[in-house]
């Protein structure tokens, strides 16, 4: 898995170039009441408050979550809403905030929904199941979501990012509750999903986020997260996972 940290440099190059190109109508949530909108260290209610959204200045998300019962939650930049506070993520509740411009064009986090059964039973792994330990094999989509902070998200060949192929190996090993790929720990998440992630330095990192679809079989998301001049810039790669071998 760590072969994904080497991406960040080909994305830093791509994106610091299509930036500045891509500027339109820039998603903000603010609020005109201090104190009164909540920062959570994650996308749910049930997640630490870490501070409150400053009052009267728009922000721009980074990321957006589709919770459940039709909840957004939107990530923002820590040292812009809450500086000097050691927190690795921030996000808000859309009903809690004054929404405008085009937040569609903000990546999405959400792993596909793979939890369909087909007619001959269901395949999907229940809740809290892991993946079998051994050789797996990770397979990238062809297409990737580009974007910037004040940026529309744009579609690029994968390829143009990682030029040593979609296709990489791992080892995966069951350790308690949790499971490792090459040694990278991967925590229950919400939405029965797993996550894992990479820091690269500073806000940085790559974030994998995967569903165990069967004790064979995992999909999810790669989400590389960059700051280039201080604007946050992030990729999403959907991902499918199997397994080969001992």
């Not at 903000?106 to 087909?118: A, F, G, H």
């Not at 579609?155 to 509750?177: I, K, M, S």
């Amino acid at each position: 898995m760590r072969y994904l940290v080497r991406i960040s440099i080909l994305m830093f190059f791509l994106l610091a170039g299509i930036a500045p190109a891509f500027a339109q109508d820039a998603c903000t949530v603010s609020t005109n009441r201090a104190n009164s909108a909540r920062l959570r260290q994650g996308p749910g209610t049930d997640q630490a408050i870490v501070g409150f959204l400053p009052a009267n200045t728009p922000f721009q998300p980074i990321e957006r979550f589709n919770a459940a019962r039709r909840q957004v939650w939107y990530r923002l930049v820590p040292e812009q809403v809450v500086p000097g506070v050691a927190v690795a993520e921030v996000w808000i509740g859309a009903s809690a905030v004054t929404v405008a411009g085009n937040c569609d064009a903000v990546p999405l986090r959400n792993p596909p929904d793979t939890s369909s059964s087909s007619a001959g039973g269901s395949t999907t792994a229940p809740a809290a199941s892991l993946p079998q330990a051994g050789r797996w094999t990770l397979t990238l989509d062809a297409n990737t979501l580009l974007s910037c902070v004040g940026t529309e998200t744009i579609t690029v060949p994968t390829a143009e990012l990682w030029q040593d192929g979609l296709t990489f190996r791992g080892r995966v090993r069951e350790t308690g509750n949790i499971f490792t790929i090459d040694g990278i720990p991967f925590n229950p998440w919400e939405n029965n999903q797993f996550n894992g992630s990479l820091p690269l330095g500073g806000q940085d990192s790559v974030q994998v986020i995967l569903r165990v679809d069967s004790r064979t079989q995992m999909s999810g998301v790669v989400i590389v997260t960059l700051f280039i001049d201080n604007v946050g810039c992030s990729s999403t790669t959907n991902t499918v996972m199997v397994r080969t071998g001992r």
